[in-house]
């Protein structure tokens, strides 16, 4: 009997003991129309959707396919052009500050830099799997398709010789959160290597898409295989854990009224309000 009144007396404060960290089931979120339905902006059957990010100059989305495109579309999923880049495209991110467009090609692990005016790439940024003194670290499949880097997210910083870093989710072998040094101010070659400063002491299977919001300095990354969306501080603590929705989520992002985008990889890219981000 006294075993078991410490067991409850143990259970009892655990649950009304709360500290810096919450977690939360149901990601807060409101379907724009039907519940469950009418959230699908895509007009365009875009091929396996694999990453979107929110131009916030331009005021549209640049959508990454699994097929080699990239599309930009307006926030209400109108065309406003296509065009090819061969590669599997996985991953996109913006650096606010130039208006540039960085894209990750899986596999290879290279990180394309993209100017929307001109519509063309304009540099390339090779990463090196090395880091701690492990020259493949980032596994290389030879014999099997690489799941390699799967999302990214520019982290901006007035500070930093670059302008700020780059921080990317790495698909499996092993799956891990990396921060890359990108040389974006000092090189001006048309290639010029990137290379992996940091490991994140958090870990998450198949971090399949990223974003980082600015006001709060948190990254929110989703994983694919398990459905759920955290929030890490940019030195890998835990915030929040969300179950997420969505099917095969490989891209999220915001537009600056509020709204989240997420890029289905089976199809699709849904809308919805993030009631994390009501505006007044």
Known sequence: MKRMLL?????FLVSCS????????????????TPGFGGNIDQQNIPEPSGLCFH????????????????????DGAPVYHQRIPGDLEAVAINPQTGLVYIV????DVILEYDPERREVTRRFPVNREFNGHPNFLQKQENQY???????????????????????GNQWDPPCIVELLVPLKSSQAPQAEARIIRVLPFQIDDPAAMIY?????????????????????????????????????EGIS???????????DSGGI????????RKN
């Open 7 to 11: 067991l409850f007396f143990l259970v």
């Open 18 to 33: 709360e500290g810096p960290y919450t977690t939360s089931i149901r990601f807060p979120y409101q379907w724009l129309d």
């Open 56 to 75: 916030p100059t331009r005021r549209t989305l640049f959508v990454v396919s699994d097929e080699g495109w990239l599309y930009e579309i307006t926030t």
């Open 105 to 108: 090609i899986e596999g290879d």
């Open 146 to 168: 690489d799941n390699g880097l799967e999302a990214l997210a520019f982290v901006p910083d007035e500070n930093h010789p670059e302008g700020g870093t780059f921080y990317a």
């Open 213 to 249: 919001d600015e006001e709060t300095r948190l990254l929110h990354i989703v994983s694919d295989a398990d459905n759920i969306l955290v929030e890490i501080t940019l030195d890998g603590k835990l915030v929040k854990e969300y179950a997420f929705l969505g099917d095969n989520q």
């Open 254 to 264: 915001w537009d600056d009224q509020g709204f989240l985008y997420i890029a289905q």
């Open 270 to 277: 849904l809308k919805v309000r993030d009631l994390r981000k």
